[in-house]
């Protein structure tokens, strides 16, 4: 049943040769590739707001201004820091990789556990951006927000193991739309103000100012960090590029840089212009829209800027849907995750990953109940961790090699590597208390937990690994084990005999055990057992409600059984496979209870003996097998 | 670790013997069984006063006095006719045997299924009661209804499966408790009023009377009837009497039905002088102590009530616990119930029937939120089914003996069945649509799903018997099995080569089965394999993610293997057991799939061979079988 409803909602098993993909250029490879980063426009400068107009009202504009500028400035340095990433590492640099490369697993374990996190709030704020910008417009569907968030990482959970591929063109068409509108609503909004048009106060500002400390400037800059997120995608994804790849994405990488400057450099500028006021479930960039293009024909603009901002940020979401679980799934080919969660499932898709990626994001948004503002104070820490590791790898890099000019490329990693470690700092100390210390407590507690993982895993390959002498020296015939077989018989029916029938085709070492409550009991199975006329002894033990696995223990451990060393003991036990999945609850499925004592014994095996039932007046259907 | 937590909330197991009880008098029997029946006092009268003073205002007291005179005849009624039922049957006369036994076996399931809704109506009604007295003494915890009521679910959950016998002494204590206090309580209540004491009118009272239909009166009766609910424990409970046990059986019911007289007829009557207004967290019991204790010197009277209702109903609560697993397990005896509901737990409880009862009551209080008047509307229903099933089947019964004074008898018996199915019809039509239409329709659905268990058991036993010449003729040695090998090989590693030599001990034909992903694994498996120079062949299939049912299945219906009728084929799959329950996680487990899937072939038998893994450096600790 749950396998149909699987198909239905994931569709068939694709085959392996589909993994490939068509390669992109920069016309397809910018908006692939830039959804992460552009969307953060809807969100990174509203939140800048967010902070500063309660405490300094219509200063906060001006403020924006100066923030949005050294925010922009860190971007340039991210930009020339990842041009050098993107051309030493042409199979893609993702930060585990590079930071596990230059400066060893510790550092490159710790990449990998910020990217994680950053990747399920990459989700969580996303979607909740993306649900704010929507009932901005639909007022009527505010008090769903929640809901309609978690519906939406469900449905993208759907579309990914279906297996949508990130790079399918498909996405690349809104977010070239989300940048047409964008320009146009800027382009727009000053073509307004230049025609005589003067906006409105703004409203709800609060009366009274406070003065414009050091820490809020800080605080508000740690929010619009948030508009760098999603740069190093390009990075990552050089393999994907036409040849020459690395030329390819560094050109999109540039084109990238231009359009977030473009973006949120002009919505800055707007915000500043238009003075709205942000707040919960009201987004500013649905607000501007708004301003500009309601009561003008152009209305079907605000409606146009809805629609392509809510795009952009599920498309936005959608890249950690391919991010984290090939990251994870990398991850754990280096033993450093658990292993399922680097097989590939039905339909290409990492499919664990990506469930578990929807299962956190889910669960973030219901306790955050879908806040931007609350959701912001964890975001951005972990990315700017994978950005210091990273770019402090490709400083090392450069001094390792000393190849031509590698001054010159280990001062511009060196100052991205600084700057971003800065930014960690201002991020951990600024946002603390709204959700940082959660990460930073987090993150060491992944990292403990991947190295535990990686142990059990290098002690497992330790104990199966074989020494060539052992291979060399090895012979199936030399009789290792003596092979002794109990066949536990609850009464003598046809499900017994087979089961003896079966034991004698693998052993001459038979001993058939019955667990019985009374005197009464054991002697009616001895009479019924004597009257099969055979040669295998028949033990009985008495045990309360007939629990079979501690007398069955007892009984291979004592002097009876006489157990030798080297002695293999098969128990065979049956199981009724039903036809309908209800009947499954008729039957005791003790069997899965015994065989899992059993096996935590080295010396015995289980056999499971399935035993066909029909619901109709059959006699088996398997009477060749009697 | 599950388990452990198991052993500290339920405790050790116990021995079989354990089972014997102390049989009971008298003195301890009366209290011992009264709780259910005289439980229904805290809740009874005071739903025939909800559904009356909405309607009639203050008329309702007097109407009260009425029905309570007709249950009171309907009391005695049934008193009569259980005694009868106690003469003829000392092991123990539950509807479900009555029924089955004079009337077919479609009367007795029906009678089975009725009780078992009752059992769960009464937890959640005598719980949801018990909940409502204590806020109305303590209103501050009346926004927790839902929960304390769950909780003490729970705690009765534990309890039972802990094994705490209702038979316990202990419990006849509250019993006589509660009767003494409500006995004060009523004489108090006299006596207050004739010392010049004039109640204050009743608050709330409605100002707009309705005429007063024959209806609101029969659906005022319906609720009522909750009171006679409990009157036929004691004669499902005559085994448990000292010799004679009959005659101290039936005496218990006599005093019983007195002490229902008293509290209930009094009760009546004292609401009638003192006229309260009970409303869903307002208990009739509690106010009317309140009206008598408070603001005197016997204030502690007003906690005592409270506090002994509170326990008295959490008693009826659990005489459910004993009486729905009971059933239950006499049913799945039967064969008319999952048989795993038939087996006691390691404290000799019926621990599934115990678990069944809890969650099914715990969902029926949290969708009607602990809500008495909501869940009467459910309750008595299937009582009365049952009073009407047992007393038609004694009626049937006399009439066939056909005994000395059979005509008396089947007066009695044939009256109480009439009633019964009297209230049976006015509660299924005045409470219809409270819920009573969730029982009529639950029932008949009941009934059906019991059939269907009963018709796959007879038809798995029909499978199962064999014939007495199957026995006759059964020969151990005549070869009816060609017992097959495939050892399913993912690495050529120390667990695969302990799979290899176990197949050596059980069979000459056995077969290594590899799955790869492309040419180079294939190449690399079968030269490893070859190194180890053996005279057992491998097989290597192609599979997308090393899938390996499938391709092993179709194998064996390949030419290739050349599978023919009779060959019982052993698939070895290694089981890593890990010393540490997060561990498990570890690994990828596919061999429950695996193991689920090719048990659905009757010629495939699975033998699953545990390795065990340990987390420090050492090699494999079963180093003898290597």
Redesign the interface.
Known sequence: MFKKVRRILVGKPL??EALQDQKMGVLWGLPILSSDAISSVAYAGQEVLMVLIPAVGMLAFRQLSYISIAIICLLMILMLSYRQVIDSYPNGGGAYVVAKENLGILAGVTAGAALSVDYVMTVAVSISSGVEQFTTAFKGFKPYSVVIAVAMVILLMIGNLRGIRESSRVFGIPAYAFIIGMVVMIAAGFAKVAGGYVPPPAADMPDVVKPLTLMLVLTAFSNGCAAVTGVEAVSNAVPNFKNPSTKYAKRVLFLLSMVILVLFGGSSIIANIYHVNPSHGNAMLVMIAGEIFHNTKFDFMFYYITATTFIILVLAANTAYSGFPMLISIMAKDGYA???LS??GDRLSYDNGIILLSVLASVLMVVFKADVSKLIGLYAIGVFISFTLSQTGMFIKWKRSKEKGWKHKAIINGTGAIVSGIVVIIIAFTKFREGAWLVVILIPILILLIFK?K???E??M?????KPEE??N?D??K?????RVIVPIES????S?RA???A????DNITAFSVV?DEADAKKIKE?YK??????PIVVKYS??RKVVDPMLKFIESAEYDYQ??D?I?VILP????KKWW?R?????TRYYV?KEL????????????????????????R???
């Open positions: 085959k392996n658990p292993r399922q097989m590939r993982v142990k059990h895993y002690a497992v330790r104990q199966l690994r074989l291979i060399a090895f199936i015939n009789a290792v084990y003596r092979n003598i029916n046809r499900s005999l003896l029938r079966y004698r085709t693998i052993s409550i019924k009257a099969l006329n055979m040669d295998i309360p409600f060393n080297g293999m098969t199981q009724f496979a039903v009947h609850f008729l039957h005791n499925n065989e096996l935590k014994h080295k010396h015995i095996v289980v056999s499971v003996m399935p035993l066909q039932l029909r619901d109709d007046d059959f006699v088996l259907n398997s060749k097998y009697d």
